[in-house]
């Protein structure tokens, strides 16, 4: 079993920047990649950006250019950030921290990120 702590959402102005992190523990050999999805209301979660466990990132279309992906490997926890910049108002969601293993998709209980005008 992996558990998932998200922490960092809230409310950000337009243009401003947020940063989530995403803390991993349990079961954290098993795990090939983490990544951060978002569901904004009425529409499909969507893939924001992954971390493979060599450090090959991935990114979604919606915010490419506009965020970066890294993560920290410590002993028992693997703790993946989530930079976001230039936020608009259409970034609004929540957002889901996701980690994969080879049998199971963990996610985490989702963070709130509002972007105001």
């Known amino acids: 079993q992996v558990q998932l702590v998200e922490s960092g959402g809230g409310l950000v102005q337009a243009g401003g920047s947020l940063r989530l992190s995403c803390a991993a523990s349990g079961s954290i050999v098993s795990i090939t990649a983490m990544g951060w999805f978002r569901q904004a209301p009425g529409k499909e979660r969507e893939l924001v950006a992954s971390i493979t466990r060599d450090g090959n990132t991935h990114y979604g279309v919606s915010l490419k250019g506009r965020v970066t992906i890294s993560r920290d490997n410590a002993a028992n926890t693997i703790t993946v950030y989530l930079q976001m910049n230039s936020l608009k108002l259409e970034d609004s969601a929540v957002y889901y921290c996701?980690?994969?293993?080879?049998?199971?998709?963990?996610w985490g209980q989702g963070t709130q990120v509002t972007v105001s005008s």
């Open positions: 996701n980690a994969d293993s080879s049998l199971y998709a963990y």
